[in-house]
């Protein structure tokens, strides 16, 4: 098994596709767990020597293993203001399936790493990252997830159904409450970018408590509140990261 150069991007040499790679780098673990096999597969395609002919055979990506690929990745390329490139080796309708393609189960068996804390998985951040979130955030608020299902029409989200925990108060009921209850913001459903949360599964349970910290956004005439950070609730560290005193000292 070799590697055939120049591949399609007119690499001659390995520092050079390499180094064309790297620009993918930092969307590895963001999207499709295959992404480092499809990348190969494209920069440096799969060569075998047919023992019949003598002739030299590349190995291609496979069409629905490219699909899958992009429908992962480009979502979340978009949200980082970047598009799916416009070359050809791209192009996922130049490829076929064939018993002899690059498929998408050949990286069935590779167990996924788990998450390290950093500021881009939304379920599992760091607290200095999440002191900073909390800071430029709409909505930091303790709530239970009372269910968790797909959201249908709204693209690679998670819908958590939530009930938010308010604080007793010996005057139930009263003209100033009443206010304060419609005035607020009280969301009974909130979305999770699934690229965002690599571990969602086991991170979110029905029937838990989170910090949930949310951004606003206002379409037509539906508020959606989009998350921005889900983390399971501890008592007294959270409390005063809700009160936001550390974003004065910012």
């Keep these: 098994m070799f590697m055939r150069l120049p591949n399609a991007f007119n690499n001659y040499?390995?520092?050079?596709?390499?180094?064309?790679?790297?620009p993918w780098?930092?969307?590895?673990?963001?999207?499709?767990?295959?992404?480092?096999?499809?990348?190969?597969a494209?920069?440096?395609?799969?060569?075998?020597?047919?023992?019949?002919?003598?002739?030299?055979?590349?190995?291609?990506l496979c069409k629905s293993f490219c699909w899958s690929v992009r429908a992962s990745?480009?979502?979340?390329?978009?949200?980082?203001?970047?598009?799916?490139?416009?070359?050809?080796?791209?192009?996922?309708?130049?490829y076929v399936d064939d018993s002899m393609c690059v498929r998408e189960d050949f990286i069935a068996a590779?167990?996924?790493?788990?998450?390290?804390?950093?500021?881009?998985?939304?379920?599992?951040?760091?607290?200095d990252v999440l002191a900073r979130k909390v800071c430029s955030s709409d909505l930091v608020l303790r709530a239970e997830v009372s269910s968790i299902r797909d959201a249908r029409g709204q693209g690679s989200y998670t819908v958590l159904k939530i009930k938010r925990h308010q604080k007793k108060s010996g005057r139930m009921g009263s003209r100033?409450?009443?206010?304060?209850?419609?005035?607020?913001?009280?969301?009974?459903?909130?979305?999770?970018?699934?690229?965002?949360?690599?571990?969602?599964e086991k991170t979110l349970k029905e029937g838990h408590s989170y910090l949930i910290v949310l951004d606003k956004r206002s379409l037509k005439k539906k508020t959606k509140y989009i998350v921005k950070a889900i983390?399971?609730?501890?008592?007294?560290?959270?409390?005063?990261?809700?009160?936001?005193?550390?974003?004065?000292?910012?």
């Excluded at 040499?13 to 790297?22: K, P, R």
């Excluded at 494209?42 to 019949?52: G, M």
């Excluded at 167990?111 to 599992?124: E, I, Q």
């Excluded at 501890?234 to 009160?243: A, D, E, F, G, S």
């Design 231 to 250: 983390v399971p609730w501890k008592n007294k560290k959270y409390r005063k990261l809700m009160r936001r005193n550390h974003c004065k000292q910012r």
């Design 176 to 200: 100033s409450s009443r206010k304060a209850k419609k005035t607020s913001d009280n969301p009974e459903r909130v979305l999770v970018r699934q690229t965002e949360c690599r571990n969602e």
């Design 73 to 94: 990745c480009e979502p979340v390329m978009n949200a980082n203001q970047h598009k799916w490139p416009t070359h050809p080796a791209f192009n996922c309708s130049e």
């Design 110 to 127: 590779t167990p996924t790493p788990a998450p390290t804390p950093s500021g881009n998985d939304v379920c599992n951040m760091r607290d």
């Design 25 to 40: 780098t930092p969307l590895v673990g963001k999207c499709h767990r295959g992404l480092k096999l499809f990348l190969c």
């Design 13 to 22: 040499h390995l520092n050079e596709t390499v180094e064309a790679i790297g």
């Design 42 to 60: 494209i920069y440096a395609p799969i060569c075998l020597q047919d023992k019949e002919s003598g002739m030299s055979v590349s190995i291609r």
